[in-house]
């Protein structure tokens, strides 16, 4: 069952264990299909870690916060998630809320922006979508400001 699991895609220490255990296996069974797993390379948190981030950042848009919290729930380390979170890049991360603001921002959208209060519900709509999406607000009030502001232009 669990190399089952690990060919749909890979999965955590902490994730596998728990799936395991939720299927009813004892506690010495798990640990020894952890151990077997552990010395045949197939778990490898900090691997998992690093493709989660690179994955769910680059093609779901998922920020910082977002992706802390999802392998924390997975069962990674705080070590390793925080290694695995250095990898994303300030500027791709900036890059990349841009585009979802840009996806955003249909022409209905550009035309109502002229308008300060429209403008308004605008901005704090946008902000709430990255920050729900894990974007830091400093950064999303940044970007949404600033592809406001270029549209209004």
């Known amino acids: 069952m669990a190399l089952r699991l690990l060919g749909v895609r890979a ?3 902490g994730e596998m264990q728990e799936r395991l255990v939720r299927r009813g296996f004892d506690a010495d069974t798990v640990a020894d299909v952890m151990r077997r797993l552990d010395s045949a390379g197939l778990l490898d948190d900090e691997d998992f870690a690093s493709e989660w981030v690179r994955s769910r950042h680059t093609h779901s848009g998922r920020g910082r916060v977002a992706l802390r919290h999802e392998l924390k729930a997975k069962g990674v380390a705080a070590a390793t998630i925080e290694n695995a979170l250095s990898d994303i890049d300030p500027e791709d991360e900036r890059a990349v809320a841009g585009r979802l603001v ?3 921002l249909t022409p209905r959208v550009l035309e109502q922006v002229a308008d300060r209060a429209e ?3 605008h901005f704090r709509r946008l902000v709430g979508m990255l920050v729900r999406r894990g974007y830091p607000q400093s ?4 970007v949404v400001g ?4 270029a549209a209004a232009e």
């Open 11 to 13: 999965r955590s220490r």
């Open 102 to 104: 840009a996806k955003k």
């Open 119 to 121: 403008r308004d519900k």
């Open 139 to 142: 950064l999303a009030i940044d």
């Open 146 to 149: 600033e592809h406001l502001d």
